[in-house]
């Protein structure tokens, strides 16, 4: 019985070699599709799809450095003390002795505001430290959870960024212990260093960080702005062991992450790279 439809005494592999001539026409011509699912995207979406270290030496071009960050020592100088401003037992500081030839780069409330700069934290594999206001930081942190994903380290700026100097004990316990609680809930850990509110603290504040469980006190040397870089005390240009704050960029001036890549290329310029400063303070 013949199917309706392909004439009588027509052999059923003339149709087969038929379409075999056709695709072997077709691979001739190139208008084969590739096998490769990457290639079949197209070569402009083959590029995003490949590997991030198929393009990750062009990273740093991208943030408008000369070249790669060097990396920090993989076993830190410890300091035989961190400088110390006053004579208390916990440490405040704004330096780190090291003869690493690194700096700490360290943010408050706001790193999260630019998009960039969590891109650029993962691509140049930044080392940063971030500190934090509940009432402030917490309706994002959530965007901060992506910046902690890629790297960051979160720290502790207080729960609702008061003038901590003159409020009692109690008062200042409880903004030091709440925001470590709040954080070490989001986040899982509880962190160790505290940054008073404008830098101001007072010897209320130092005890009730200590029974708080803060390591301690992180002030800064150098401080980066819309004008550039201005310096607390010291030389005037970056030295190793300097703890740099960088601004969040709320004013007119660059944002964050073009504030961060001009730091980066004056670090480059003295032969400076950037290291973790919990590594260096734990």
């Known amino acids: 019985m013949r199917r309706r439809g392909r004439p009588a005494g027509r052999p ?28 079949r995207l197209g070569k402009r979406a083959a590029q995003g799809a490949r590997p991030p270290s198929a393009t990750a030496g062009a990273a740093h071009r991208r943030w408008g450095l000369d070249a790669p960050l060097a990396a920090p020592p993989s076993h830190p100088a410890r300091p035989l003390g961190a400088r110390r401003t006053d004579a208390s037992p916990l440490p405040v500081v704004d330096h780190v002795d090291t003869t690493d030839r690194v700096v700490f780069l360290t943010y408050d409330d706001g790193a999260e505001r630019d998009p960039r700069f969590a891109d650029m934290v993962r691509e140049l594999r930044l080392p940063v430290s971030l500190f934090l206001t509940d009432t402030v930081a917490g309706p994002g942190y959530g965007r901060f959870a992506r910046l902690r994903a890629v790297g960051a380290t979160i720290e502790n700026h207080t729960l609702d960024h008061p003038a901590l100097p003159g409020l009692p004990y109690a008062g200042q316990r409880a903004e030091i212990c709440g925001q470590r609680d709040k954080l070490g809930s989001r986040f899982g850990v509880r962190p160790r260093l505290l940054r008073p509110p404008r830098g101001a603290y007072d010897a209320t504040t130092l005890r009730a960080a200590a029974d708080c469980g803060v390591s301690a006190v992180v002030l800064w040397r150098a401080a980066v702005g819309s004008g550039g870089i201005v310096y607390r005390g010291g030389p005037r240009h970056l030295a190793p062991g300097d703890i740099v704050l960088v601004g969040p960029g709320r004013d007119a001036g660059p944002g964050l992450a073009e504030r961060t890549a001009r730091l980066l290329r004056r670090a480059q310029s003295q032969g400076l790279t950037v290291a973790r400063l919990e590594d260096y303070l734990a």
């Open 12 to 39: 059923r592999r003339t149709r087969t070699a038929a379409a075999a001539a056709l695709a072997a026409a077709l691979l001739l011509t190139g208008c084969a599709q590739s096998v490769d699912p990457i290639e």
